[in-house]
């Protein structure tokens, strides 16, 4: 691709589900063109929607999103990534894009060699509240990736929150493990925090406004202090007082332990995709 930094690359995103959603949405709040962003998308439905919301040009076959993008992503599920970049090896070697890949598990070796070899691929892992520009994405490049293409890759993913650079591949697991899948982590608990107050009396919705704004509140301080988790925890933490006896319970119950056995399984989860899908 042209690694002109001064113009704006044509944009393909492969697979138009509810990722590529949140990431188109950011990317044209942004201000970025919609006639700049492509999607191939087989579902009618989602084309349409697409189309409407954002303005942005979808089409039902990947090969007639992608062809003339500067940048490709990604943005199938893991199990039918090989089969998507079959379709599109001879558009690769013709053209050489820029390939952005956001599927959880899939390598950027694996990538390159299923589109034909000789490519810059950058692996990226964002997170649902890209919707709202709240996301946070982890990259990676591989080696023939030029830092104009770098700089492309964060320019996409920034738009929808701040991104971290990551040096190892091989702990993007884990960071789909932390971020990637992690707000689904935090409405488990919004789930059983607001369950947790029905049964104590609570109606559902003042058990619901609680939760959500106690978690917004935590998060927000979480960001915007200097202090680290453990110091803001104890200073909710009277001695003898409620939040001590709710975190007594928390710590016998195993609360850690159980935590890091879940992003345990999940960036486990991760790595077994790669090689099932190989
Ligand atoms: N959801 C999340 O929170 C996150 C997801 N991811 C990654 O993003 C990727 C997409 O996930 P998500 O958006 O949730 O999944 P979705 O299923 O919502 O979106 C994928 C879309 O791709 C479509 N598709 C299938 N085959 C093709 C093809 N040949 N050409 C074009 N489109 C095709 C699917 O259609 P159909 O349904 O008909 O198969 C579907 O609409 C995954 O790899 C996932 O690991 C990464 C970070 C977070
Ligand atoms: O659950 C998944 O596999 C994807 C990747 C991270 C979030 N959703």
Redesign the pocket.
Known sequence: MNDSASRTPTVAF?????????LIGGLVARGRPADAIRV????AA?RDGLQQDFGVTCAE??TA?AEGADVWV?????Q??R??SA?LVPLAQARRPLVV??????TTAQLERWLGGDLPVVRA????PALLGAGITGLFANARTSDAQRADADALLDAVGPTVWIDDEATMDAV?AVS??G??YVFLLAEAMQAAGVAQGLSPDAARALVQQTLLGAATMLVKQAEPADVLRARVTSPGGTTQAAIETFEAGGFRELVGRAIAAATQRGRQ?SAAND
């Open positions: 492969i697979g138009g589900g509810n990722m590529a959603r949140s191939a998308e087989p579902v989602l076959h990947a999103a990604l943005a199938v599920k893991p039918v990534m089969e998507v379709a890949s956001i599927a959880a598990g899939i892992m964002p997170n649902t789909t990637g899948s707000p689904a995709l």
